[in-house]
């Protein structure tokens, strides 16, 4: 190896944990920093970034024996790094985690608490607005979480039948029950 290039990661195959541990230490001591740097770059976020490096290198770890020596060991720990990141972002964009919110949000501190009365009561006025066949889309498309094509199959209605109704009804409750 030539002076200006980084030492090839010393990977220790079947090794005890111990030098495995010694390999981490000596890249998170090397690399924390350009790692932490990368997650903050990618995540906008201190401390998801922070949580982020940890992960890289939890995962380094795991997987110290896949290190081919292609690259420097900080070349590896940047890919690994990236793809993490990237799949946080992604797991933050996803649909699962806007009604995970919304749900824990409209929760009420106790169980049985007033705000979840509260709730409860203008969902029933809002659904005793409207029909019985309404009624019934609208708890199988938020409550069942069924699809406008199963609510009408359920119904024996047409899909656009089905989404007027769940629209007339969402006018009545605002933003929260719109359609999508």
Not at 88 to 104: C, G, I, K, T
Not at 133 to 150: I, R, S
Request: aromatic share 6%.
């Amino acid at each position: 190896m030539t002076g200006t290039s980084q030492p090839a990661l010393r990977v220790i195959q079947g090794g005890p944990q111990g030098d495995r541990r010694d390999v981490l230490r000596e890249l998170y001591t090397k690399h924390g920093g350009s790692v932490l740097g990368r997650c903050r770059y990618l995540l906008k976020d201190a401390a998801k970034a922070e949580d982020a490096m940890h992960d890289v290198f939890a995962r380094a770890l795991t997987h110290v024996e896949d290190f081919r020596a292609d690259a420097s060991p900080l070349t590896w720990l940047m890919k690994i790094a990236t793809h993490h990141c990237l799949n946080v972002l992604r797991s933050e964009q996803a649909a699962w985690r806007r009604w995970f919110e919304r749900d824990a949000a409209a929760r009420s501190e106790a169980h049985g608490g007033q705000g979840e009365m509260e709730t409860r009561d203008l969902v029933r006025r809002l659904l005793s607005r409207v029909d019985l066949e309404t009624q019934a889309a609208v708890v199988h498309y938020h409550v069942d979480g069924m699809t406008l094509e199963e609510v009408a199959a359920v119904l024996g209605r047409s899909v656009p039948t089905i989404r007027k109704r769940l629209e007339r009804f969402a006018e009545l409750g605002g933003e929260e029950l719109r359609v999508r």
